[in-house]
């Protein structure tokens, strides 16, 4: 039970009348503010550094995901980075995919979900149009051999342009991720031509079972708010 404290001169004034043999009920006493103390109700900062705890955005399927930077939300454009190069996946100028250290429109890229909450996004490209439309990246090998990345017109039933991302470490601290598309084909860098010989720097090639470690991780840079087309 809360104690109330009475003022002295409420506590005074009480004496006197109780010394007059009056009732102490509707003494100033009984009005005494007991909830001083008692915080004020009001609605939550809209402030970002509020102490409140907030959804992690990873795990956001609602719009506030392209303000918290969820690289996968289909609202931010992005750098793919191979890891330990000085270099970013571009569209070249025969429309394949290769090694850029230009780091311009040709290296901007969008990661769509190709539906909510799903694993599968296309790998869009931020600035590039033709005929008013982003393209997307195919990872389409022939016979099962090492094949150049290309760009192509999205399309949803397109099993080459669906591609996941596997988190598997960190550099400078921040999450590195394979891409790959259907159960093992993956995109990788080579910047020799040793491993698949396309010319570009980069392909696709298969990574099963009993494979050399040849994946490359890619670290995901976050170039903004990303302003695309939408799709009919």
Same mark, same amino acid.
């Given at each position: 039970?809360?104690?109330?404290? /009475?003022?002295?001169?409420?506590?005074? #004034?009480? @004496? #006197?009348? *109780? *010394? *007059?043999?009056?009732? +102490?009920?509707? &003494?100033?006493?009984?009005? &005494? $503010? +007991?909830?001083?103390?008692? $915080? /004020?109700?009001?609605?939550?900062?809209?402030? /970002?550094?509020? $102490?409140?705890?907030?959804?992690?955005?990873s795990q956001s399927s609602s *719009?506030?995901?392209?303000?918290?930077?969820d690289v996968f939300s289909g609202a931010r454009q992005v750098h793919l980075l191979p890891k330990n190069s000085e270099s970013a996946l571009a569209v070249l100028d025969n429309g394949k995919i290769g090694l850029s250290e230009a780091f311009d429109d040709t290296a901007l890229f969008v990661l769509t979900p190709l539906a909510p909450g799903s694993d599968d996004h296309w790998i869009r490209t931020a600035k590039l149009r033709k005929g008013g439309e982003p393209l997307c990246l195919s990872a389409k090998l022939t016979g099962g051999r090492p094949a150049p990345v290309t760009t192509v017109a999205c399309?949803? &039933?397109?099993?080459?342009?669906?591609? %996941?991302? %596997?988190?598997?470490g960190e550099s400078n601290g921040k999450p590195a991720y394979t891409i790959r598309t259907g159960k093992d084909v993956y995109?990788?860098?080579?910047?020799?031509?040793?491993?698949? @010989? +396309?010319?570009?720097?980069v392909a696709a090639v298969t990574i099963g079972e009993g494979t050399p470690d040849i994946d490359t991780p890619f670290l995901l840079s976050d170039k903004g708010l990303a302003t695309m087309p939408a799709l009919d």
């Open positions: 039970m809360r104690t109330v404290r /009475v003022p002295v001169a409420a506590a005074a #004034l009480a @004496g #006197l009348l *109780a *010394a *007059a043999g009056c009732s +102490t009920d509707d &003494s100033p006493a009984a009005s &005494s $503010p +007991t909830s001083s103390s008692t $915080p /004020v109700s009001s609605s939550p900062s809209p402030e /970002v550094s509020s $102490p409140s705890p907030s959804p992690s955005p *719009a506030p995901s392209s303000a918290s930077g399309d949803a &039933s397109d099993s080459a342009q669906k591609f %996941r991302f %596997r988190e598997t995109i990788i860098q080579d910047p020799t031509g040793e491993i698949a @010989g +396309t010319g570009t720097g």
